[in-house]
């Protein structure tokens, strides 16, 4: 990958100032300016150079740290002769080493604080039991982790315990929505080459994801498309396959909540719509809001467990929406003999997940939505969204 041997992120890399023309403002932008190998004869000289430059200053202020580094690297350039974008899974694997790098770091500057986080020695019988060590010698002490430490058991609880706050005062959530990534929208296509596959391209795939999550939170948060929201929370999770998406709840204020079945046909519908009059909603409701086909159609779907879907399709037909003693409502799907083709097998109204129209024409791809119909619903799912999380490169490129 670096066939010229350049040099990685080092300490004291310094920042560059440089001075837009034209209107005078200030721009500071993380430039690297690495020492360079060129000029050296060996690697204890390299080292010397080094050391060299930690001695002349240590206000770290000035210097581009490892997350501002990598996200430099990572950024896409037209004219850019590293080629680092274009290794398939090396870059994959790039980033991941990068990323442990960084959190080691992390990890390390925290494990140097413990004076400041109160810190627990672990003694007597206690240790040993905890360890499972039988050597008193090998007990050693307990490295607590603060809640500002993203991913630690200290932050997840504490994001647990916020959400579980905005149930206390502004009451239980009215509509659960997950947004995923779609890796045929034209933006990932454009800017990659023919022989890219997108789940290499992780940090283009982020960027894409956070340019339309923007948007989404726009048209609800902004546009009160569903009406004025009064508190919500929402996590990011990443597939095995390196696909975004998020888990949205919102809390609407009172003059705006659903509180008859017949209100949530009004934003919610789990039926094919009808191909002649809405053509384009039909492409899209067949393209990706349609489970399966699982079950007897296909034993082998990944959403087979012990030979039934774990997500209970297909559904059963139903004349009108019910509300139900579970989370989520019974939604309308009627037996109108409607029904499309889809990987070889015959779907009707019994296999659409449920999508509202607007959201699902506007960002073509999967968008769910539920309506939270029960309090029992509630902890359920800030449980999920909050204790389940798998954070990558999506935090380290926009945080």
Not at 226 to 240: C, D, L, N, S
Not at 327 to 349: E, F, Q
Not at 393 to 398: F, H, N, R
């Amino acid at each position: 990958m670096f066939p010229f041997g350049e040099l990685g992120w080092h300490q004291h890399i310094p920042k560059k100032k440089d001075v837009e023309r034209g209107n005078g403002r200030n721009v500071v932008s993380t430039v690297e300016k690495l020492i360079s190998p060129v000029t050296a004869t060996s690697a204890e000289y390299l080292l010397d150079m080094e050391e060299n430059v930690l001695a002349k200053n240590s206000e770290s202020s000035k210097y581009i740290s490892v997350r501002e580094y990598y996200a430099y690297k990572l950024q896409i350039r037209r004219h850019d002769k590293s080629y680092l974008l274009q290794f398939g899974r090396l870059l994959q694997q790039y980033i991941v080493d990068s990323y442990v790098k960084l959190e080691t770091q992390r990890l390390a500057f925290f494990r140097t604080q413990q004076a400041d986080i109160r810190q627990e020695f672990l003694q007597g019988i206690v240790d040993a039991m905890a360890s499972g060590e039988s050597e008193a010698s090998a007990i050693g002490r307990r490295v607590v982790l603060p809640a500002t430490f993203i991913g630690g058991p200290r932050n997840m609880r504490r994001k647990y315990i916020d959400a579980m706050a905005l149930v206390q005062k502004f009451g239980k959530p009215d509509l659960f929505l997950t947004l995923t990534c779609n890796p045929n929208w034209p933006e990932i296509r454009q800017h990659m080459m023919t022989h890219e596959e997108t789940h290499n391209r992780a940090d283009l795939v982020v960027r894409v994801f956070h340019a339309k999550l923007e948007l989404f939170k726009n048209e609800i948060l902004k546009k009160n498309i569903f009406g004025k929201v009064a508190a919500y929370t929402y996590v990011i999770e990443f597939q095995k396959r390196g696909l975004p998406h998020a888990h949205f709840l919102f809390i609407l204020e009172h003059d705006f909540k659903m509180y008859e079945p017949k209100e949530y046909d009004e934003i919610v519908c789990a039926e094919l719509p009808d191909e002649h009059s809405n053509p384009h909603l039909h492409k899209m409701v067949v393209k990706h809001m349609l489970h399966g086909p699982c079950g007897d159609l296909n034993l082998k779907n990944v959403c087979m467990k012990n030979g039934t879907c774990k997500n209970s399709y297909p559904k059963e037909f139903c004349h009108e929406t019910t509300q139900t003693n579970d989370a989520y409502p019974t939604y309308r799907r009627r037996n109108n003999g409607v029904s499309v083709i889809v990987r070889g097998a015959k779907l009707d109204n019994r296999w659409v997940v449920p999508y509202n129209a607007y959201l699902l024409c506007k960002f073509d791809c999967h968008v769910n939505i539920e309506i939270c119909s029960t309090i029992k619903a509630v902890k359920y799912i800030y449980i999920y969204i909050y204790i389940y999380i798998y954070i990558y490169i999506y935090i380290y490129i926009y945080i």
